[in-house]
């Protein structure tokens, strides 16, 4: 069973009050889930237009979160590694939108259209994925029009045909997509697991209340470390294909 992280490392913890966690203990929020027996890992967007070149500070890509979201991407790489050398499946989204805005919905309602390059319109480089995730062999790799990596896509269908019973969510924006597919997860009864040093978003406090919530009542963070650790224990699965 996976363990809890120790309060000194939690994100949110600097912004909880005693009030906060007589509410919490009362509550019994945070019990751990702990891993099943055929985890699966779920990269959300994994690319260009979230993180832009490494080390280049410029306005180029204006959804990148930088350095915070390269420091993500190397956990994530790791893990990944760690996950195909034991055969477990990985899922890589991309979110990708028509050039042509003809399929933003809602969302240009909140979120200005950008007709740009290093953005993430499909056909441009902004879109690709980065070459330190993948995809490799075996990996699959689909497009989402909306934040949850379930929502109009095959996910829920891979899942069920590999007999998942376990869902690690990484990549970005930990607010965003990351958040919405993890209550996505949680609502089809799939365990979930969320490695805090594996996901990144663009603004701190974001990061940390949004990982605050989903460990609250939806999912275990937990870093990487331990992750790849229980990752290791597991049985050697098949080749990740349906059984």
Not at 12 to 40: C, K, N, S, T
């Amino acid at each position: 069973m996976s363990q809890p992280t120790s309060p000194a490392e939690l994100p949110w913890a600097r912004y909880l009050g005693e009030e906060d966690r007589a509410v919490l203990a009362r509550g019994r929020f945070a019990q751990r889930m702990g891993f099943g027996i055929r985890p699966a890992i779920v990269a959300i967007d994994c690319q260009r237009y979230m993180v832009g070149e490494r080390g280049v500070k410029d306005e180029r890509f204006p959804s990148s979160c930088g350095e915070i979201g390269w420091a993500a991407v190397d956990r994530i790489s790791q893990l990944l590694a760690a996950a195909r050398a034991v055969r477990v499946p990985v899922f890589l989204t991309r979110f990708a939108l028509d050039p042509t805005a003809a399929d933003i919905g809602v969302y240009g309602r909140k979120r200005a259209f950008l007709d740009r390059p290093d953005w993430c319109l499909e056909g441009t480089p902004g879109s690709e994925l980065l070459p330190e995730v993948g995809p490799e062999p075996g990996d699959i790799v689909f497009v989402k029009k909306k934040p949850s990596g379930f929502f109009g896509t095959p996910l829920l269908a891979y899942l069920v045909d590999r007999k998942i019973d376990t869902v690690i969510v990484v990549g970005g924006a930990t607010s965003n997509c990351v958040r919405a597919t993890v209550f996505d997860s949680s609502s089809y009864n799939f365990r979930t697991i969320v490695p805090s040093d594996a996901v990144f978003d663009r603004l701190p406090i974001s990061h940390a209340i949004s990982l605050f919530d989903m460990d609250r009542q939806f999912a275990d963070v937990m870093s990487t470390a331990d992750v790849i650790r229980q990752l290791q224990d597991l049985p050697r699965q098949t080749e990740g294909q349906p059984t």
